[in-house]
């Protein structure tokens, strides 16, 4: 008798801890979630603000206004790593002629 009573108590106390581990791994998957959430938001803000100070640079210089819209290079312009050496890191304005995902399709 004395052994059934220490064995219902144990799988009652397993029972208990199953229970407990499983809340604690959820409150922590629920945690990382919400962190990959203000992630995304986060870089879709600044991925935002990049798009725009691009298209501003372009609107106020001519050499990049005839490069986009009449596809004319000025002799002046630099294009990293076809007529110039590419700097690391550096500010650079991506031209695209019609709209494109630059990320890959993975």
């Given at each position: 008798m004395k052994v059934l009573s220490l064995l219902i108590q144990n799988k009652l106390l397993m029972a208990i801890l199953a229970g407990v581990a499983s809340i604690g791994s959820f409150q922590f998957w629920q945690y990382n979630q919400a962190q990959y959430a203000k992630f995304i938001s986060d870089?879709?803000?600044?991925?935002?603000?990049?798009?725009?100070?691009?298209?501003?640079?372009?609107?106020?210089?001519?050499?990049?206004?005839?490069?986009?819209?009449?596809?004319?290079?000025?002799?002046?312009?630099?294009?990293?790593?076809?007529?110039?050496?590419?700097?690391?890191?550096?500010?650079?304005?991506?031209?695209?002629?019609?709209?494109?995902?630059?990320l890959p399709p993975s």
């Open positions: 870089s879709k803000i600044n991925c935002g603000v990049d798009i725009e100070l691009g298209e501003d640079a372009v609107k106020r210089s001519p050499s990049l206004r005839a490069l986009k819209y009449q596809n004319k290079r000025l002799s002046g312009l630099e294009q990293p790593g076809i007529n110039s050496e590419s700097a690391s890191p550096g500010a650079y304005v991506m031209l695209l002629r019609s709209p494109a995902s630059t």
